[in-house]
């Protein structure tokens, strides 16, 4: 297994502090508290699908050794979500410019 989120030095960060710096990052954001890493892991399947990757790639990249729970957990049909994501990034964007 791969440390993806580590300190400064190197070490890795136990789950539940991803998890709590995660939190702090989406209130920031505003996108509620509700939001975990593995909401990443989701987004990112959906993306690549609804980009017309072949699901073989997409399982391939995320590590499943078939396709199956790549279709059925993980991939999501997020084009009618996508207005509501580019409004919601503007939103961030647009406060972030006005502060710097």
């Not at 920031?28 to 975990?36: M, P, Q, V």
Request: contains cysteine; proline residues 4%.
């Amino acid at each position: 297994m791969r440390n993806v989120f580590c300190r400064q030095d190197g070490t890795p960060l136990d789950r539940w502090q991803v998890r709590r710096e995660f939190q702090k990052i989406a209130m920031l954001a505003e996108l509620g508290e509700d939001w975990s890493p593995r909401e990443l892991r989701h987004s990112f399947v959906s993306i690549l699908s609804a980009h017309d990757v072949p699901v073989e790639d997409i399982s391939d990249l995320v590590g499943h050794v078939s396709t199956h729970v790549t279709e059925t957990v993980y991939r999501h049909e997020i084009r009618p979500a996508l207005t509501k994501g580019v409004q919601a990034m503007d939103k961030i964007l647009k406060r972030r410019s006005r502060s710097v």
